[in-house]
């Protein structure tokens, strides 16, 4: 039985984020009936998600233990001391996410004394259309992350982004300056800031922001912060190697 868990689980990967019941039978190639007894176990375990429309994703608690996997660890570890430049230099929160099925994972976040209440703690999952690392990381993300996202554009705030178009030329901005923003996308009040950080093989692995509860006007320092500490959070990787 664990082995056939093991199966559900394994169905589902970066081109199979979001499944139905019969997607998951068909690739793991069980009976319907035995999938979704398996399906069951998993949900109430927390390893997957059952979403209103009958779709699963994988689930929080897996993502969780996914913090304490070797390579998100080792991530963490080798951004701590840069985030702190980071936090030295805007005296603002400072957050890592990776990408976890369709929403945004926070690996790791630090911050100063003066910064206010967390809008966000590590484990936390935000969606990707209303982070600025989500944006990042939906921008060069996988093929067919972009229609599963737009899926689930959910208004959190009346300045969510709320249909497929704007999104996808907001994620065109994105790519062609380098960073992503957010202003009261995700809260009201809170405005983000996010660049992408590159693994050993140049591909985005994960982003690196920062939170603001006023309005970011200093793009000019706030950037090249990001942006300097995210080119050495890749040499470090690469270094490791």
Same mark, same amino acid.
């Given at each position: 039985m664990t082995s056939r868990a093991l199966d559900v689980l394994g169905a589902f990967d970066t081109q199979h984020i979001r499944q139905n019941l019969s997607q998951i039978a068909r690739r793991t190639g069980m009976p319907v009936a035995t999938c979704y007894?398996?399906?069951?176990?998993?949900?109430?375990?927390?390893?997957?998600?059952?979403?209103?429309?009958?779709?699963?994703?994988?689930?929080?608690? #897996?993502?969780? &233990?996914?913090? +304490?996997?070797?390579? *998100?660890?080792? @991530?963490?570890?080798?951004? %701590?001391?840069?985030?702190?430049?980071?936090?030295?230099?805007?005296?603002? #929160?400072?957050? &890592?996410?990776? +990408?976890?099925?369709? *929403?945004?994972? @926070?690996?790791?976040?630090? %911050?100063?004394?003066?910064?206010?209440?967390?809008?966000?703690?590590?484990g936390d999952r935000l969606p990707l259309h209303t982070s600025a690392a989500g944006k990042i990381l939906l921008a060069h993300g996988p093929d067919g992350?972009?229609?599963?996202?737009?899926?689930?554009?959910?208004?959190?705030?009346?300045?969510?982004?709320?249909?497929?178009?704007?999104?996808?030329?907001?994620?065109?901005?994105?790519?062609?300056?380098?960073?992503?923003?957010?202003?009261?996308?995700?809260?009201?009040?809170?405005?983000g800031l996010a660049v992408p950080v590159r693994g050993v093989e140049g591909d985005v692995i994960a982003a690196l922001g920062i939170v603001n509860l006023s309005r970011i006007t200093d793009f000019q320092r706030i950037v090249p912060a990001l942006q300097v500490a995210s080119a050495a959070i890749t040499r470090s990787l690469k270094r490791a190697v």
């Open positions: 007894r398996l399906l069951r176990d998993l949900t109430e375990w927390g390893a997957v998600t059952r979403h209103e429309d009958g779709t699963y994703t994988v689930g929080q608690r #897996i993502a969780q &233990l996914g913090l +304490l996997a070797p390579v *998100e660890r080792g @991530l963490r570890q080798t951004a %701590a001391p840069f985030m702190q430049d980071v936090l030295f230099a805007t005296r603002q #929160i400072v957050n &890592l996410f990776i +990408l976890d099925g369709t *929403e945004a994972l @926070l690996l790791d976040r630090i %911050a100063g004394t003066r910064v206010g209440a967390p809008i966000a703690r590590p992350l972009v229609e599963l996202a737009s899926g689930k554009l959910v208004r959190e705030t009346h300045q969510s982004i709320a249909d497929r178009p704007r999104l996808e030329r907001e994620l065109v901005m994105v790519r062609e300056r380098g960073y992503a923003t957010t202003e009261g996308e995700h809260s009201s009040g809170a405005y």
